[in-house]
């Protein structure tokens, strides 16, 4: 049994209209928004930075390292 995190990209509308893209890290499934000074690229660099961009991937085993 394993976690699975949605891929790719997802989007929203605010009540305002507008749209809001969102992508999704295969690390954590976290739903980063891309916007100017963060994307998901900035995201992982986190991970990287924290140490917390290793894993063991619950489905295969493997370690994944971002």
């Known amino acids: 049994m394993g976690v699975v995190f949605p891929e790719g990209t ?3 509308t605010t009540a305002d209209g507008d749209t809001v893209i969102l992508r999704i890290c295969e690390l954590c499934g976290a739903a980063v ?3 100017g000074g ?3 690229a900035f995201h992982k660099r986190w991970h990287r930075i924290t140490g917390s961009g290793n894993w063991l991937d619950p489905v295969t085993g ?3 390292v971002s």
């Open 62 to 64: 493997r370690h994944v």
């Open 38 to 40: 963060t994307d998901l």
């Open 33 to 35: 928004v891309e916007a």
């Open 10 to 12: 997802v989007s929203l």
